[in-house]
């Protein structure tokens, strides 16, 4: 079957109501299943927490079936910390255990996104793609996962939560926790327990899983025949009429894109006339802005730039305000770099946060009718 003809009946199924039903049809089932059985059948293992609750400080708390369990605190600082943790991993014996690590909502960043539909389908490439676009770091710098909250179906809209943390950070966390030995499964994050795991695919562990996947399987199967019993006749008929609903208007929706497609071409093609036009008659804008890029070093984040009635403004982030401030000051066709404001730290990434204003070094003539470098 083409890869493309396998994309369009993809959509057209994340489209339908089928997805919704379903996922309520089997969380209704699954609800109905002991949780003695789940257990039995290696549906629903143990799980012990590593919670932190600082920087230092970390609770252990078992997590069953029946009850949860906390085991203790204990504190990286601690010599005894390492033989206590070693004795409570012990102490659980063979059983089919999972160790997860939970971190605190301030060691990662959250971003709320909205995608196309048909991006679910490689959810975490486009994420790695779009990762410099939605926030100040590039893909391999952060480790990250995404939970899905919303599938808007007749907007053909995903609403998805972006997680990230630093790799760095998360790489020097987890060299903290090296001595308690811990074989973990995976890292959340307090508040989405079942939904992220941000531990990275090289730790998370190889795990021969057949015995599991029977048993998943089986289940499936079960419920698939009680689902397909469940219908007749009239609903087959009515999800029919739903599915070429659907299509129709698909096929009105391409057509009404294909249309603002258009007239976004023409657009651009009249914004590159006018930025062709605007090159070619405004140089020494053009390389004041070209000694402005080139002077920003790449440890600095411009968040924010903008010229208005001679006057250059830039706002953003680096490692040192007054380090780019001195470089600014040799700039040849900019000249009077000052800070405005306070320089105050970014929480999220601990660098000066600057708003730096600049006046040109040659006459402006007409160049003040350029409106250069909103973004």
Known sequence: MPATL?????????RSGLPAFLGWWLGELWALVPDRLKQRLHLLPDR?????????RFRWQLQTPESTQTLGELDLREDAAAPMA????????????????????????RRPLKLPLAARENLRQVLRFEMDRHTPFQADQVVFDACVRQVDAAAALLDVEL?????QRLEALLEQLRPWQLPLAGISVQGLEDCANLLPEDRQPQVDRSERRVNGLLLAVVGVLVFLLGFNAIEQREQTIRQLDEEIAQARQKAAVAARLRESLDAAVQS??????????????LQALLELTEALPDDAWVQRMEY????FKIQGVAVSANELLKKLDRLPHLKSPEIVGAITEDRLTHKEKFHIKLTPNFPLENNDAVAAGKG
């Open 163 to 167: 997680v990230l943390v630093p790799r």
């Open 272 to 285: 590159a006339r006018w930025l062709h036009d605007r090159k070619r008659n405004h140089p020494l804008m």
């Open 86 to 109: 070693r004795q409570w991993l012990e102490a659980q014996g063979d059983k089919d255990l999972q160790i997860w690590l939970q971190l605190l909502p301030a060691e990662v960043l």
């Open 308 to 311: 208005n009635k001679g006057v």
């Open 48 to 56: 012990l927490w590593i919670i932190q609750l600082d920087e230092h």
């Open 6 to 14: 396998i994309s369009r009946l993809n959509l057209l199924y994340q």
